[in-house]
């Protein structure tokens, strides 16, 4: 029974994105999207079959949280065409909000220095106003340069002083499980909203800053900007606990020892014939899926009805000629900075959900492979500028990133069985069979920019919209 609870649910997921939603248009109105949804849920099935239920619900979630990310990025280039590979980076402050929302706050570090460091960052930022309103006021010349440099070389020299010694009595607290400020201790999906705001924050002063440039130097700009924030986060014990991560963030659902120790869940699995303690980790698989499931089609729906209204349009003709758009009375940086924030905010949604599943805030795990390649992938893969497109690049990409390395492993051990287990060969293949994701994902990639270099869905246009 548990086998069929678990397609019942994936099937309700791949009808509801192939048939679209009340009042819009169908989402997936070809019988070629339901049939690749379709292939999806099958391949799914075939791993809960094959393998364990447990590792085809984490395969789900984790397909749910990375389609999230893709509609975020399809938002900024499938809708204005603007190309930011800092992806990394926002889904990294989605991730941290987990930690300031949900952990509970460590006292003594706050009594230890938690004033110094809000005073010392206070200061910083109050240095940065200060020369940022003086710059214009002041005669350009020499006096200008040694006014503004004055100013940035005393803020700097009083903020390092109250916020270095701030900083190292609250690491000093208890550094082996605490050693930084805590959190709010609110339930963790409080996170989600909350990712997404301080992604769109921090989207704001980025867009401010780098919008202005040319697309290729855009993409560096968000890239170094992502990378400056992965430091961040690494290297600030105070705020993150750095490499030594944050573990047991609190849970949006229960807890398998929880469960059964409840008269009513093992009542439920008596009737399912189900182990208690397999269903018990299969139940909880199902609550994220049902909680993920949710804020993806909220984030559909809203992406698809933004897509379809005047100002989707509007954003469609600024991307495809800015000249044109321009000359029409079109705010073009105004309008790349909102989507650009929308974007963000998305993809700081996925990031705090992400680390919600997780249980923990891994900065090491936040690589540009993971969190900006694998989602641009995505966006390529099923169609940019389509949002279910979107969304089927998410369940395909990460599918074949998680199921490559398994698959490849049983082929190599397929094609080396007449070998010699001493065979040097045969030996170094069976070790170079965890790097087949990698070349799956690049064949993935180069078949569809070869046969469908639109994407699997391609954007609708014209009549056809």
């Known amino acids: ?199 769109g924050v921090a989207a704001w002063v980025v867009g401010k800053v780098a919008l202005g440039l040319r697309s290729d130097y855009l993409a560096i700009a968000t890239l170094g900007i992502s990378e400056i924030i992965v430091a961040i986060l690494k290297h600030e014990d105070w705020m993150t606990r750095g490499v030594r991560n944050v573990i047991g963030l609190k849970r949006p659902v229960p807890y398998e020892i929880d469960l059964q120790n409840s008269g009513w869940f093992m009542n439920l699995a008596d009737r399912l014939g189900a182990d208690a303690v397999i269903f018990s980790s299969i139940f909880v698989k199902l609550c994220y899926t049902g909680l993920f499931a949710l804020v993806l089609l909220v984030v559909l729906v809203l992406s698809e009805r933004a897509l379809n209204s005047p100002w989707g349009r509007m954003m469609r003709a600024i991307r495809d000629n800015e000249v044109s758009a321009g000359a029409m009375g079109k705010n073009i940086v105004a309008r790349h900075l909102q989507v650009f924030i929308l974007g963000s905010v998305v993809v700081g949604i996925g990031g705090a959900m992400l680390t919600t599943l997780d249980g923990q805030l891994t900065p090491s795990a936040y690589q540009p492979l993971r969190f900006t390649f694998l989602i641009w992938v995505m966006v390529i893969l099923g169609g940019s500028g389509n949002n279910q497109g979107a969304v089927l690049g998410g369940f395909i990409v990460w599918y074949f990133w998680i199921m490559a390395e398994p698959l490849g492993l049983q082929l190599v051990a397929f094609i080396t069985a007449p070998m010699a287990d001493s065979n040097p060969l045969k030996q170094h293949l069976l070790q170079s069979a965890a790097h087949m994701r990698l070349m799956t994902m690049g064949l993935i990639l180069l078949l569809a920019l070869r046969f469908s270099p639109r994407g699997l869905i391609p954007e609708r246009t014209g009549a056809g919209r």
């Not at 085809?56 to 509609?71: G, K």
């Not at 940065?128 to 040694?146: F, K, N, T």
């Open 1 to 199: 029974m548990v086998w069929f609870l678990f397609v019942l649910l994936i099937g309700l997921l791949a009808r509801v994105f192939g048939a679209g939603f009340a009042g819009m248009t169908p989402l997936g109105g070809t019988a070629r999207t339901r049939a690749m949804f379709a292939i999806m849920v099958i391949l799914i099935v075939l791993v809960g079959q094959g393998q364990s239920w447990n590792v085809a619900l984490t395969i789900l979630n984790l397909c749910l949280i990375s389609a999230i990310m893709a509609l975020g990025v399809n938002i900024q280039w499938g809708y204005a065409g603007l190309l930011n590979v800092g992806v990394m980076g926002f889904a990294a402050l989605g991730g941290l909000a987990g930690v300031l929302v949900s952990a509970p706050p460590v006292r003594e570090a706050w009594a230890a220095g938690g004033a110094g460091i809000f005073l010392g960052l206070l200061i910083g930022l109050a240095t940065i106003v200060i020369a940022v309103l003086a710059y214009p006021r002041l005669p350009a010349g020499r006096l200008r340069a040694a006014v503004i440099g004055a100013i940035l070389v005393v803020g700097y020299a009083i903020t390092r002083s109250i916020y270095g010694p701030a900083v190292q009595a609250v690491e000093d607290v208890n550094p082996a499980s605490t050693g930084y400020l805590g959190g709010l201790n609110l339930p963790i999906i409080l996170s989600w909203p909350a990712g997404g705001a301080i992604a």
